[in-house]
């Protein structure tokens, strides 16, 4: 199967931060496929910016470098070597006056060109970045600003990076990442509730007994350790992708798929989210943190080792139950789980629906589970729709739990593209519908706020989980007294 590819008009990209590692490992990485599949139109120019002293040259051969790490397709010489000659660099230190001259040259010629810019630096560079734009009339109608998250560390400060970003650019020139929004089973999740007429009628608190959403992860904090200390599992993981994935599945039918459409249904979602604060954050919190175990095949250290704090009580693994208090929820819980070091590398979102309200078959016919719907983000893309099935054979009735089992890979055999292919492409053809807007990210942190203030002042820290187990015992413990347990049957 061949997929549609429809080309973007000409655009210049620069990227900030174009030395680091998002931009090496996923930015230039996913531009090479998406012009290897032909999208990009002529003249399209990639800018690279940081503060390093290079030449164009010289920053084309560490993009040659990244492609080979991390490209499957870096063997093609000739294309590679076409996507080189698109890419120029700047060296530019965003805090001094000196080099935005030669940028503003390097983007010379046609001002209704699509211009986007790429903040893959720090949160804090933000608002100077946007400043130095402005100061140097690099914004022309046509641009746009990409900025990564995290957007902020708390509802204040998300608040003043905002008003930063929007002292420069209208919302509608601001595309916030979150990368999960690109993944193409995420996306999967608004057509197998809008585009089917089986699940939206059954898709509320009289039918679906409680949802899950797991983002397990098998690494540690690698070298991200300065970030991860001032951040932890709430901030790095669950104020952005496990929201987000709870609006997906939470949300009402939107008017369409237009940007403020999805959005501001999203946003209601968010605002219906109960307080989890003081009250009863020791009930429906558990937060976790690595020791040294097994983990990837092969002893791992603890992550007070890895970031080498021995006193440090940051959480590296987070489960929540979450109400959604409104009139398709009520009486619906929704189980959160994220971390590190866990068992395996798994997204999944688990819609498990009520128990039918009376059997016909007796007890030798086996236990009735419930239906279950797994969504499988990654790895394995999926759709799992578990139901109960007679056992084949002439005996008696006898019931088995067995999934309908479709893998977007075997069913569409094409290649799936990376998030960022997606995004990066979406922004050019100034589609937001996948990015966050500003009410969006600020909503979610006044949620999260009262979380980690009620954490500070509980007098016990995360608790351990050995590297390689599914979280504390607490974990367990959080679903299991609701009579419920987590998917790990199925996974
Ligand atoms: C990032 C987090 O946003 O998402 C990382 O900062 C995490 O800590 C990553 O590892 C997970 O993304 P993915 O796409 O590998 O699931």
């Known amino acids: 199967m061949v997929s549609r590819i429809l080309k973007v008009d000409p655009f210049d990209l620069v990227v900030f931060g174009g030395t680091g590692d998002l931009a090496y490992r996923k930015l230039f990485p996913a531009l090479f496929r998406r012009f290897l599949d032909g999208q990009f139109s002529e003249p399209t120019r990639l800018i690279g910016v940081s503060r390093q002293p290079l030449d164009s040259a010289a920053y084309r051969r560490t993009i040659a470098e990244a492609l080979q790490k991390f490209s499957t397709e870096a063997g093609r010489a000739d294309e590679v070597k076409a996507f080189l000659d698109m890419i120029d660099y700047v060296p530019l230190d965003v805090g001094q006056d000196a080099g935005w001259d030669l940028l503003a040259e390097r983007l010379s010629g046609d001002p209704s060109r699509v211009r986007a810019f790429y903040l893959a630096t720090a949160a804090d560079r933000f608002g100077p970045i946007a400043k130095q734009l402005a100061a140097h009339a690099l914004v022309t109608p046509n641009s746009r600003i990409i900025v990564e998250k995290p957007i902020g560390h708390d509802a204040a400060s998300a608040a003043r990076i905002n ?55 098998s690494i ?109 929820w009520a009486g619906t819980p929704f189980y959160l789980r994220t971390g590190k070091r866990l068992p395996q590398r798994v997204s999944e979102v688990i819609v498990a629906f009520r128990k039918i309200p009376h059997s016909i078959f007796s007890a030798e016919s086996g236990r009735i589970s419930k239906t279950r719907l797994v969504i499988r983000l990654q790895p394995d893309e999926g759709i799992k729709l578990w139901l109960m099935l007679k056992e084949p054979g002439a005996g008696g009735m006898r019931l088995r739990y067995v999934p309908l089992d479709m893998n977007f890979a075997e069913a569409f ?79």
């Open 163 to 217: 008003d930063a970003i929007g002292a420069v650019f209208s919302e509608r020139q601001i595309f916030r990442i979150d990368h999960y929004l690109g993944k193409e089973t995420v996306q999967n999740l608004m057509a197998l509730r809008f585009a089917n007429a089986l699940f939206e009628p059954l898709w509320n608190s009289a039918h679906i007994d409680h949802v899950e959403l797991t983002v397990a992860e």
């Open 220 to 328: 540690g904090v690698e070298s991200r350790g300065t970030y991860y200390e001032n951040s932890g599992a709430l901030r790095d993981m669950v104020q952005n992708h496990l929201l987000q994935l709870l609006c997906l599945v939470a949300m009402e039918p939107p008017a369409s798929l237009e940007a403020d459409a999805v959005r501001g249904e999203k946003l209601k979602v968010l605002e219906s989210l109960a307080p989890i604060d003081a009250s009863n954050a020791a009930q429906a919190t558990v937060r976790g943190q690595y020791r040294a175990g097994a983990s990837e095949g092969g002893a791992v250290p603890s992550y007070a080792q890895d970031v080498g704090n021995p006193d440090t009580a940051t959480e590296t693994f987070v489960a929540l139950k979450v109400a959604v208090a409104n009139w398709r």
């Open 413 to 491: 055999q094409i290649y799936a593209p990376e998030a960022y292919e997606r995004l990066l492409m979406d922004v050019i053809r100034g589609n937001a519908t996948l990015f966050m807007r500003r009410d969006e990210v600020e909503a979610a942190w006044r949620w999260i706020d009262p979380i980690r203030e009620a954490w500070s002042h509980m007098s016990d820290g995360p608790r351990p989980y050995f590297a390689g187990t599914w979280g504390p015992a607490a974990a367990i413990a959080l679903v299991e007294r609701d009579g419920r347990s987590w998917n790990e049957d199925v996974v």
